[in-house]
């Protein structure tokens, strides 16, 4: 029991530094070829972050652990709304951006929605993950495409948090480190994980949904936080619905074209409270465009309910 708690911390540290140096590497790398910080930021950063999740979903479904797969997807959607806002909210209320109410949320409600359509024959394959995958694309493109129209604030904050370019040399080992050490830590992790499962005698989803699905969310959490003792709320906000919605379509979108998933193990319990936390952010992010410390703590107990009732059932 020990050594897989170890493992799965271990996980988590390699997985969390092999996409941080992936980001830096291929960011520089980027900029070396002549892409302006924005689109940059909006594609090879964001995508970076949520570059653990993936790699974890790709390889508990290729060890025959789909379960994990699934459950991490589906409980980091659920900490994304509920953990990740309640505690960036408690720490500074949040202000929300028009984007985020009038288009982002908005396609949350649908993805989420979709996934619970999509699950209803007890099986997510190739197809699907298909029509995933190209969701996720056009999302993508479309928020290039809505960039163009960004004012410089916006490009500034960007180029401010991109980095700069290194040497050649630098951004190939980066690069080729992250990619090694998302492989080697998600392996590690899973492994963790299906151990501790068996040993407690709980369902694999239940692992999914709770230590996987939170521990991929670390860096959002990090991030989310950090933002709002700054004063940047529309960050955290949009760092956390942005990455809901790429977890549905590009994660599982991806995880199921390389290996078929089945849904028959996940809750409709634990598919309607995923949907639930996409739909009633939004009433709560109208309310006077800010995302109140009473609302973050809200969703905070609401997150701590969830949790507390999966272990008990």
Known sequence: MFTSVLQIIGGFVVLTAAAEG????ASSLARRVGLSPLVIGLTIVSIGTSLPELVVGVQAALRGSGDIALGNVVGSNIGNIALILGVAALTRPLTVQAQVVRVDSPILIVVSLA??????????GRVDGLLLVTSIVAYVV???WAAQDEPGAVQTEFDEGISQ?????VDVGLLGLGIGGLVVGAHVLVEGAVAIAQTMGVGPIVIGLTIVAVGTSLPELATSVVAARRGEGDIAVGNAVGSSIFNVLGILGVTVLVQPLSTQTLSWIDAAVMVSTAVIILPLFRSDWTLSRAEGAFLLVCYVGYVCSLMVL
């Open 22 to 25: 992936l980001v830096y590497g």
């Open 165 to 169: 370019k290194h040497s050649l040399i």
């Open 142 to 144: 479309y928020n290039l």
């Open 115 to 124: 996934f619970v359509g999509l699950i209803l024959d007890g099986m997510l």
